[in-house]
């Protein structure tokens, strides 16, 4: 049997019942030249008969069954090592694809060739609304022409998401890349793709929808937290180290990724509900220590609010920190903005 162009791995991760609609969008793609490998480990919320009764009756679907209960990295890296496609993208069970999602990413690939990455655009879908993805803009800046190693530094600043982007499978296997355990899982694997690729592209148009605010995943390792979001990062970071001092472009990504990760830190502790109340101070000064250790000669914080956040951040000023959020809180109560 001959390999399709595409394997898409979907962890059958199903807490909002969301998997099905997933799956019909797939099977609804125009481009057929593709297969799905559903995961189906024993967490809760795992449909395996769903998923099973879809492998029954669409030859494209098979299912892997794990044993154990395991988290959504541990599923990837079962589904990849499955997966028989030329190129790799991994999905959850609350995306949704456009009908020729998966044929427009086969036409931009008939036009560059091999590539080890494609990035693509996404939405996120939530109260209602269609919010456009964090890397619009970078992808819209990128050109149309396939990029060399870090021709574009500027894309590491991009959240690194295992789902807006395809990977090619000798990539994966030649560069032993995986998703380690715990919580935010992507962002090592991703930026390592990135940084090891010879052949870059972009596909600045919406192949995804993801059907929640948060753009973290919902189902980490067994005994996975939020601090996991630091040993992420300190694994970027190592990635960063082992490529050769005086690299092109070298400097402009450790940057890229260090903006990226106080980013993410600062959103992490802003979003309600995720850094419970007690665990605030630790977080912070995690995030402060991880500021000073990994903020390159030269970074230039951002304008305005968030280079304020920046600063208090750097800083390790936890107190004021609190204090000048609960001020934007209440500036923003008294004049109906949030």
């Keep these: 049997m001959p390999s399709p162009l595409i394997s898409v791995v979907l962890p059958a991760?199903?807490?909002?019942?969301?998997?099905?609609?997933?799956?019909?969008?797939?099977?609804?793609?125009?481009?057929?030249?593709?297969?799905?490998?559903?995961?189906?480990?024993?967490?809760?919320?795992?449909?395996?008969?769903?998923?099973?009764?879809?492998?029954?009756?669409?030859?494209?679907?098979?299912?892997?069954?794990?044993?154990?209960?395991?988290?959504?990295?541990?599923?990837?890296?079962?589904?990849?090592?499955?997966?028989?496609?030329?190129?790799?993208?991994?999905?959850?069970?609350?995306?949704?694809?456009?009908?020729?999602?998966?044929?427009?990413?086969?036409?931009?690939l008939g036009r560059t060739g091999p590539v080890d990455v494609l990035l693509f655009g996404h939405t996120r879908r939530h109260a209602g609304r269609d919010w456009p993805g964090g890397a619009e803009e970078l992808l819209a800046g990128a050109g149309p022409?396939?990029?060399?190693?870090l021709d574009r530094p500027e894309l590491l600043g991009a959240p690194a998401l295992a789902w807006d982007r395809l990977l090619r499978g000798g990539h994966w296997r030649e560069q032993g890349l995986a998703f380690p355990d715990g919580m935010y899982e992507e962002i090592p694997p991703v930026h390592r793709a990135m940084l090891t690729a010879t052949r870059v592209a972009v596909l600045p148009q919406v192949c995804v929808q993801l059907r929640r605010r948060e753009t973290v995943h919902p189902a980490?390792?067994?005994?996975?937290?939020?601090?996991d979001l630091f040993d992420q990062y300190e694994r970027s970071f190592a990635a960063l180290d082992e490529l050769p001092v005086g690299l092109p472009g070298l400097d402009a990504a450790r940057d890229a990724v260090f903006t990226r990760m106080v980013r993410h830190y600062l959103f992490v502790f802003d979003l309600a509900g995720c850094v419970s109340r007690a665990e605030r101070p630790q977080f912070f000064h995690r995030a402060a220590e991880h500021h000073r250790r990994f903020q390159p000669p030269g970074h230039r914080r951002p304008a305005g609010r968030e280079g304020v956040k920046f600063s208090l951040l750097a800083g390790g000023a936890y107190p004021a920190f609190e204090v000048a959020k609960l001020s934007h809180i209440a500036r923003g109560t008294l004049t109906g903005r949030r």
């Design 13 to 108: 991760h199903d807490q909002r019942k969301q998997l099905a609609d997933c799956l019909d969008s797939l099977l609804a793609q125009s481009f057929r030249d593709f297969e799905v490998v559903v995961v189906a480990d024993r967490s809760p919320g795992t449909p395996a008969g769903l998923a099973d009764g879809y492998a029954a009756r669409h030859p494209q679907v098979s299912v892997l069954h794990l044993d154990a209960a395991v988290g959504v990295g541990v599923a990837r890296n079962a589904g990849a090592a499955r997966a028989r496609g030329e190129y790799l993208l991994f999905l959850d069970a609350d995306h949704l694809l456009p009908p020729d999602a998966l044929g427009s990413l086969a036409d931009r």
């Design 220 to 227: 980490g390792s067994p005994g996975s937290s939020r601090f």
């Design 145 to 149: 022409e396939v990029l060399g190693p």
